[in-house]
């Protein structure tokens, strides 16, 4: 609550002596935001800050307080009690002699009252502590070990704050550089590569720190609260001298006793680790008839020694440190190390003797519990007894006083049903309750359906079906089975506008010849439909599918596209798909079948330098090309770049420094004139970079695949570069089929390395028939199994080793985006897609993904395969159309289309 320290004014009074009452003040409201109390160190410098980093153990954003010549502070929250009610008025010294006087201060001195009385103390941390996430960081990727400089580990965690960028540019910088440096040697393997010296993570010598700083922390004395839960209530000796006099008890064996107190070696945060401690120790006090306690004498093997009280300690204090500072990935990593200088096993062989025990002195304190018990449950069971009599003579009241029998209601109701053709659950007969009549009845068989807990009504009364047998009782998945039988011969209403001459026909071609025909009904608007809820399929584009339908009927409506699906189809998002999957499955096929990609943002070509700030790849590329520049030795290494949105080829460039690169993106930039003059003749060019333009913005750039396969003769399209088509349905959510026919789609021109051609004539990079005119597209497109059985440097059957390839790919690039990315690619239980993957095979046969494409162009197939395509919309039509309305001339099985992945998103 924020308020202002303001002197009452007096009140005027006719009694000068008359002491004038108080005046009271109104008070701001609270504000969101109050102050907070720091307690700071003394002497700190005058560069040092207050910043955010995220947690080492925790990677919660944490205030820390770094000062470069102390180094390193924590801010400890110490609350006030909650028994006691306080609050602290905050307010800047006042002169005290001028208030008596009563005079005026110059301004009001803004006041705060705190309702939470709480201190932040900013106590001492380690260093090591905070750099060591970027330690650890330095390991990741490819799993090798480097050795970087302290300034490397200090940069990645200065990434993280700007104030902390802030300090280290000051400067005094050098101090906390040098106190971090310090802290690296300590854990750290070191070599010295000529002035600088080099630093790698070692876990070993972690270690070994981690156990001095418990042995210190157990010398100082533990926190009263760690000392209380962790060591004396750990080994706290339950009460064992029993005097047994009419009771035996079967122990079980404290070997199949796993024990609580080892619950602390593998605790993943202090809290945890007390709550379980707390809750396992007990000490146990009974006196019984049974059994009777005596004191433990004082001279038993059970009392621990000082020795494992201070092997606990030892423990204890480890195990805080491994789970409020060291990273979780670390934690593990350095709890599976054996410690050389500590040996735990006589802990260890006395808490599990502590834990016999404890079992022991259980099953005699359960031995009166269980006769407690079992008296409670003879006296509960009695009493539901006497609940059911009374309520069952409640219910035979109730049909006298109405003079109704029950298997009358039922007769009643079953006539009534067979008028209404409705189906009436038994449940809402019994009772005589015929008010639920009058609320609505799904429409189906009149079935009339038996309770499964209470007594049946007599066979006189039962009801009675058309051929005189008595019903059956009917499950609920038999009526499920009954409505869908029903539902089957209702009409199946399609909407086919795919907006393309090429496709069209070969739709309408499909669905006639693998769905019933006297069942296909074709509309051409949502109108036509007899009811919202009507069997319905839609195929059509993307920007015209009516997904609220979708939704709102997902047990009948069915649409040719789902409505999330970025994390395929966009370039940027595909590879960030691939680099979080493999991150996580790093045996993943992805890993060395999909190029690396360095995704940047550009709005204008003058910030491209910005933009390539943090593209660390491409940079170090560019450097070792400037050295086979000098040299003259090697081969330059050369990128694809592709903007994140483009289709049909557009847009696609090679380069190998920056300044090709900034001469790409100054091409597309619009021109700055008026002025209309030659438009006319700059008509081709200006339409191809408006379309360029648009997609400015996102952008990849990978390593180009050199040198591809390239078929030689006789082939026709010997010597020219191809990528191979292939076509693929994911449906539901989610399955997932290839089409075994597979297209290799061959470039306009024969091959040549990207240093001799480059963008001078990308039509012998480029495989795509859309960038070819008429009659270069001739002889471009072939079908992949048509191919010659001899590729060079290749075994005999490397088109069956392709094609395996991409079965795999295929199957993980879904699961990645399903399982990983789940935010940008829902799949849809009443849904499918049609995709068009593109894969480009390099000299060594290794298939490589390129890029994924939602509804595919097939038109650049060509008229003399059309064939190619009907079959493959019959095979979606066999497997994700006629499946889903419970119909059609297939099983759902086809030898074209391979199904590769089948996993349950649990999406109903």
């Known amino acids: 609550m924020k308020t202002r320290a303001k002197k009452a004014s007096t009140p005027k009074s006719d009694n000068a002596t008359e002491t004038s009452k108080p005046k009271a003040q109104v008070l701001e409201p609270s504000v969101s935001n109050p102050p907070q109390v720091f307690i700071l160190p003394k002497d700190t410098s005058p560069a040092c800050r207050i910043i955010t980093f995220p947690h080492p153990a925790t990677a919660t954003p944490n205030r820390y307080l770094v000062c470069p010549d102390?180094?390193?502070?924590?801010?400890?929250?110490?609350?006030?009690?909650?028994?006691?009610?306080?609050?602290?008025?905050?307010?800047p010294e006042t002169d005290a002699a001028k208030h008596a006087d009563g005079e005026e201060g110059g301004t009001d001195d803004e006041a705060y009252v705190l309702q939470t009385p709480d201190l932040m103390i900013a106590t001492p941390i380690d260093p090591l502590f905070i750099i060591l996430p970027a330690l650890a960081q330095s390991e990741e990727g490819k799993g090798l070990q480097t050795y970087l400089t302290t300034s490397?580990?200090?940069?990645?965690?200065?990434?993280?704050?700007?104030?902390?960028?802030?300090?280290?540019?000051?400067?005094?910088?050098?101090?906390?550089?040098?106190?971090?440096?310090?802290?690296?040697?300590?854990?750290?393997?070191?070599?010295?590569?000529?002035?600088?010296?080099?630093?790698?993570?070692?876990?070993?010598?972690?270690?070994?720190?981690?156990?001095?700083?418990?042995?210190?922390?157990?010398?100082?004395?533990?926190?009263?609260?760690?000392?209380?839960?962790?060591?004396?209530?750990?080994?706290?000796?339950?009460?064992?001298?029993?005097?047994?006099?009419?009771?035996?008890?079967?122990?079980?064996?404290g070997d199949d006793v796993t024990p609580g107190a080892e619950s602390q070696t593998t605790s993943a945060s202090v809290s945890t680790s007390q709550e379980t401690e707390a809750s396992s120790v007990t000490t146990t006090n009974i006196s019984t008839a049974a059994t009777s306690f005596a004191p433990t004498p004082s001279g038993d093997p059970t009392v621990p020694g000082e020795d494992i009280t201070h092997l606990l300690r030892l423990r204890t204090a480890l195990n805080f440190l491994l789970s409020s500072y060291i990273p979780p990935t670390l934690r593990a990593e350095l709890s599976a190390l054996p410690t050389s200088t500590i040996d735990f096993t006589p802990l260890d062989a006395h808490l599990k003797h502590l834990e016999k025990l404890k079992?022991?002195?259980?099953?005699?304190?359960?031995?009166?519990?269980?006769?407690?018990?079992?008296?409670?449950?003879?006296?509960?069971?009695?009493?539901?007894?006497?609940?059911?009599?009374?309520?069952?003579?409640?219910?035979?009241?109730?049909?006298?006083?109405?003079?109704?029998?029950?298997?009358?209601?039922?007769?009643?109701?079953?006539?009534?049903?067979?008028?209404?053709?409705?189906?009436?659950?038994?449940?809402?007969?019994?009772?005589?309750?015929?008010?639920n009549l009058a609320m609505p009845i799904e429409v189906g068989f009149c079935t009339i359906l038996k309770p499964r807990i209470g007594r049946r009504p007599s066979g006189k009364g039962q009801p009675q079906t058309s051929n005189g047998h008595k019903s059956e009782r009917k499950s609920t998945n038999q009526s499920r089975r009954t409505s869908i039988t029903m539902a089957s011969e209702e009409k199946i209403y399609a909407y086919i506008d795919y907006e393309d001459t090429y496709i069209q026909p070969l739709l309408?071609?499909?669905?006639?010849?693998?769905?019933?025909?006297?069942?296909?009904?074709?509309?051409?608007?949502?109108?036509?439909?007899?009811?919202?809820?009507?069997?319905?399929?839609?195929?059509?584009?993307?920007?015209?599918?009516?997904?609220?339908?979708?939704?709102?009927?997902?047990?009948?409506?069915?649409?040719?596209?789902?409505?999330?699906?970025?994390?395929?189809?966009?370039?940027?998002?595909?590879?960030?798909?691939?680099?979080?999957?493999?991150?996580?499955n790093p045996d993943s096929i992805l890993r060395?079948?999909?190029?690396?990609?360095?995704?940047?943002?550009?709005?204008?070509?003058?910030?491209?330098?910005?933009?390539?700030?943090?593209?660390?790849?491409l940079k170090e590329s560019w450097v070792r090309?400037?050295?086979?520049?000098?040299?003259?030795?090697?081969?330059?290494?050369?990128?694809?770049?592709?903007?994140?949105?483009?289709?049909?080829?557009?847009?696609?460039?090679?380069?190998?420094?920056?300044?090709?690169?900034?001469?790409?993106?100054?091409?597309?930039?619009?021109?700055?004139?008026?002025?209309?003059?030659?438009?006319?003749s700059n008509d081709t060019a200006a339409a191809s970079s408006a379309v360029m333009t648009s997609h400015l913005r996102h952008f990849i750039a990978q390593p180009y695949i050199h040198p591809p396969l390239l078929l030689a003769l006789p082939h026709p399209a010997a010597g020219r570069k191809f990528h191979i088509r292939t076509y693929v349905l994911a449906s539901g959510a989610l399955k997932v089929y290839l089409y075994k026919r597979m297209l290799a789609l061959f470039a306009a021109k024969p091959y040549s390395s990207p240093s001799e051609t480059a963008n001078e004539d990308l039509a012998t990079h480029l495989t795509n028939t859309c960038l070819q005119s008429t009659g270069e597209r001739e002889g471009s497109v072939h079908e992949f199994r048509s191919l010659p059985p001899e590729a060079p440097g290749l075994s005999g059957n490397w088109k069956g080793d392709v094609f395996l390839q991409i079965c795999c790919i295929t199957a993980d690039i879904f699961e990645a985006a399903a399982r990983s990315m789940s935010v940008h690619f829902q799949p849809l239980p009443n849904a499918f897609e049609l995709f068009g993957f593109d894969f480009l095979v390099d000299a060594e046969g290794k298939a490589w993904l390129l890029e994924v494409n939602a509804f595919p162009d097939f038109k650049q197939t060509g008229d003399e395969m059309q064939g190619l395509i009907g079959e493959f919309l019959e095979g979606v039509v066999d497997v994700a159309v006629a499946p889903f309305f419970g119909g059609g001339k297939s099983d759902g099985q086809r030898d074209d289309m391979v199904k590769v992945l089948d996993i349950d998103l649990g999406r109903r």
């Not at 924590?74 to 009690?81: L, Q, S, W, Y």
């Not at 460039?653 to 690169?661: I, T």
Request: with cysteine; proline share 4%.
């Open 359 to 435: 079992k022991e002195a259980q099953a005699l304190r359960s031995l009166s519990e269980n006769i407690s018990r079992k008296r409670g449950i003879e006296d509960d069971e009695e009493a539901l007894e006497k609940q059911e009599v009374k309520k069952k003579k409640k219910v035979e009241e109730e049909f006298r006083k109405k003079n109704i029998s029950e298997s009358a209601v039922v007769h009643f109701v079953t006539t009534f049903a067979k008028m209404q053709k409705r189906t009436i659950p038994y449940d809402q007969i019994r009772g005589n309750r015929l008010v």
């Open 152 to 253: 490397d580990y200090v940069e990645r965690i200065a990434e993280q704050s700007a104030h902390f960028r802030h300090i280290m540019r000051s400067e005094e910088s050098e101090k906390l550089e040098k106190i971090f440096e310090a802290r690296v040697a300590a854990v750290c393997d070191g070599m010295e590569a000529g002035e600088e010296k080099l630093f790698r993570l070692s876990r070993r010598r972690l270690l070994n720190e981690l156990v001095g700083k418990a042995k210190r922390m157990v010398a100082k004395g533990l926190p009263a609260s760690l000392e209380e839960r962790f060591v004396k209530q750990a080994l706290a000796v339950p009460v064992l001298s029993i005097k047994r006099e009419e009771t035996s008890l079967s122990i079980p064996d």
């Open 625 to 680: 090309n400037e050295a086979v520049k000098s040299s003259g030795k090697g081969d330059l290494e050369w990128w694809i770049l592709k903007p994140g949105m483009s289709e049909r080829g557009q847009g696609i460039r090679l380069f190998h420094s920056e300044e090709p690169l900034q001469s790409i993106f100054d091409e597309w930039e619009p021109a700055d004139s008026d002025d209309d003059e030659g438009e006319s």
């Open 592 to 617: 060395d079948h999909v190029k690396p990609s360095v995704v940047f943002e550009v709005d204008y070509a003058e910030f491209l330098d910005d933009a390539l700030v943090e593209a660390w790849e």
């Open 508 to 584: 309408l071609a499909a669905l006639k010849a693998r769905l019933p025909p006297e069942l296909l009904v074709f509309i051409t608007s949502l109108e036509d439909l007899p009811s919202p809820s009507s069997r319905f399929l839609q195929w059509r584009q993307y920007e015209s599918i009516d997904f609220d339908h979708l939704m709102a009927h997902p047990t009948s409506s069915l649409g040719n596209s789902y409505i999330i699906r970025k994390a395929l189809i966009r370039k940027h998002y595909l590879s960030n798909t691939v680099t979080h999957w493999t991150a996580k």
């Open 70 to 91: 102390k180094g390193v502070y924590e801010f400890t929250r110490v609350a006030a009690p909650k028994r006691a009610c306080r609050s602290w008025l905050l307010a």
